[in-house]
């Protein structure tokens, strides 16, 4: 009876972890493909998970920063999806390659043309941003999950260091330092393959004096042939005279 009653407890305790985490797996994120350096551009993908068994995700809207406004925001097309881009004045217009820009990108909103996402599957969101802010480390976007039973999830809470993470979490995009110089691994490749090929012309020129060492010594052998042949005709031929001289 004790063993029956601690299985028991073990797998209700079990089934009480997999259920308090498994919210924290079915969050709205974004992360980079690759990296988002500050100063940068970068594409990213915004990840939505269905969380619910009977009903499928039909909308998601995405809010960007208005503290740290994106001048450029392209989002990829999505088979089965159609997007709208909603830009809005700034308060402050940015400078973008020499050009002041007064307006941006303050909402990305896809809509599902078909079923949208199952449940028991997740959908990424691609878009290109940029150029990234180099006075912050972070970037949030509140974003709002509709389902196909009118649903509407909000992920807007933004977490906070050193306290629990909250129910309904805002994606939240990390920002990595800026390169000092982009031609640092250019250099580094230059230098790379300058050394490449230093190292293959050695080993050519290498090949090449192997080649010509291995070209001269046939040559001395067939020169040497060639001499002895020519010695065992002359002797071959006073031979024969002297024979016919004694006839």
């Not at 999806?81 to 809005?88: A, G, I, L, P």
């Not at 199952?118 to 180099?134: C, R, Y």
């Amino acid at each position: 009876m004790k063993a029956s009653r601690i299985v028991a407890a073990g797998a209700a305790a079990g089934i009480t972890v997999l259920a308090l985490s498994a919210p924290a797996f079915a969050h709205v994120t974004v992360q980079p493909e690759g990296t988002a350096a500050k100063g940068g551009y970068a594409v990213v993908d915004f990840k939505v998970p269905n969380e619910r068994d009977d009903a499928s995700t039909t909308k998601l809207e995405v809010n960007f920063p208005t503290d740290h406004p994106l001048a450029s925001v392209m989002p990829e097309p999505v088979p089965g999806w159609d997007v709208k881009v909603t830009k809005s004045t700034l308060d402050k217009p940015l400078e973008m390659h020499g050009k002041k820009i007064s307006e941006a990108v303050t909402k990305v909103t896809w809509t599902a043309d078909g079923e949208g996402i199952k449940a028991g599957f997740f959908q990424k969101f691609p878009v290109s941003i940029g150029t990234l802010p180099e006075n912050t480390d972070q970037l949030v976007f509140k974003a709002l999950q509709t389902y196909s039973n009118k649903e509407v999830v909000r992920w807007i809470e933004v977490p906070q260091k050193g306290q629990e993470e909250p129910d309904n979490p805002a994606p939240v995009l990390e920002l990595s330092a800026a390169s000092e110089d982009g031609h640092h691994d250019s250099a580094a490749g230059d230098d790379s393959d300058a050394k490449s090929a230093e190292k293959a012309s050695a080993e050519t020129a290498a090949s090449d004096s192997a080649s010509s060492d291995g070209t001269d010594t046939t040559a001395r052998v067939l020169g040497i042939v060639g001499i002895v042949v020519g010695a065992a005709g002359v002797a071959y031929g006073v031979l024969a005279g002297h024979r016919r001289t004694t006839a």
